[in-house]
């Protein structure tokens, strides 16, 4: 079968959409804020393995060093990009972390991403 038919509600609805005639935020969407921020799930030994890289991927084009910084040697004010918070969460001490969720049952493979950094 075919999947069900999705339709954008419109500009500051958030991820809002109707599938297959439902509305996802329960009826009046006009309330929701739009969501910007993105959470990545990595399951299983291949999972991790192409998640590392993938956030490998990010902060290098995101300008944001190994230990968390963000890279501002290049930037001036009005060329800040802030696109990158969309998957990054910054904490109280200035660092961005991945929204990101790794999951493995055999250690092995989490145990070497923990040790890689």
Do not use: Y
């Amino acid at each position: 079968s075919s999947p069900a038919p999705t339709r954008d509600l419109g500009q500051g609805t958030g991820a809002a959409q109707l599938v297959g005639g439902l509305s996802l935020c329960g009826g009046d969407c006009s309330a929701m804020p739009a969501v910007k921020e993105c959470i990545t799930v990595h399951i299983g030994q291949a999972g991790v393995q192409v998640g590392a890289r993938t956030w490998e991927l990010f902060t290098q084009e995101h300008g944001i060093t190994p230990d968390g910084k963000l890279n501002q040697t290049d930037m001036d004010a009005d060329s800040l990009d802030t696109s990158f918070s969309s998957f990054f969460q910054e904490t109280n001490s200035g660092q961005f972390v991945p929204r990101s969720v790794f999951i493995d049952t055999e250690p092995t493979v989490i145990n070497d991403l923990k040790a890689s950094r």
